[in-house]
């Protein structure tokens, strides 16, 4: 583990938490998490403060997980399916990733963005009604094997070829085509994610770019603060979840302005 004074260490530590808490209720926690990661530790390689996030938010989206698992209606089985497709499109991202520019990426991905923003704000009953509940619509096989392919695959492949947002973007994808509150949908994210987690840290592993050490000691703030914020967005339902989700979107649309201002 490179130096690092107790003063980063423990501002490392309280991101880590928050992070948590933000990726449990809607996802968007790496949006905190990696910035601070890069100003506390200049001296580190990115390509380490790359694996040593995904080794830290792995435990936080599994804690995530498993709190909602024992309180939310989650589909298991979808979920794990689609996760694994997003897994394998993550790959094919990545391969394509090296012939795309983010300075052209940047601008469709922040239109998309503030087109969401827009429709949920119009939109208020988006993510209220569950399927099945008598006031959702019910989930067809065709809608599921959509979700499969579609939003694991289409959202697995940006996640490998860009990144930002994946874990918002799931959300909504999930509320839109399987007809589930966002709170649902959040817990079924988490399943997802904690799939296509685990492909990336198995080959930043692999290559020898996990400070472990750190990541370990992070991981216990994510994850206290991903059951927090699981538990909280349990208790406090859809529209709490609804809030949270436009707070992060209109921050992931600053943040890549900026990048894009700055690049």
Known sequence: MPEITMTTLVLLCLAAAAAGWIDAVVGGG??????????????????????????????????????????????????????????????????????????????????????????????PS?????????????????RTVTAIVLVGGGIGFYDGLF????????????TAVLHLDLVTASANAKIVNVCTNAGALAMFAYH??????LAALMAVFNLAGGMFGARMALRKGSEFVRGVLLVVVFSLVAKLGFDQWTA
């Open 30 to 123: 790496g949006l905190l998490l990696l910035p601070a990661m890069l100003l506390g530790l200049p001296q580190v390689p990115a390509a380490h403060i790359l694996g040593t996030n995904k080794a830290v938010a792995i435990v936080g989206t599994s804690g995530a997980a498993v709190t909602y698992l024992r309180k939310a209606p989650v589909q298991v089985k979808t979920a794990v399916r689609i996760g694994l497709m997003a897994l394998a499109g993550s790959m094919g991202g990545a391969f394509f990733a090296a012939g795309i520019s983010s300075e052209v990426l940047r601008p469709v991905i922040m239109v998309v963005l503030l087109g969401v923003a827009a429709f949920v704000l119009l939109r």
């Open 126 to 142: 988006f993510g209220t009604a569950v399927a099945g509940d008598g006031t959702g619509r019910t989930v067809t096989r065709a």
């Open 163 to 174: 990144g930002p947002g994946t874990g918002t973007f799931l959300v909504l994808a999930l």
């Open 208 to 213: 020898g770019t996990v400070l472990w050490q």
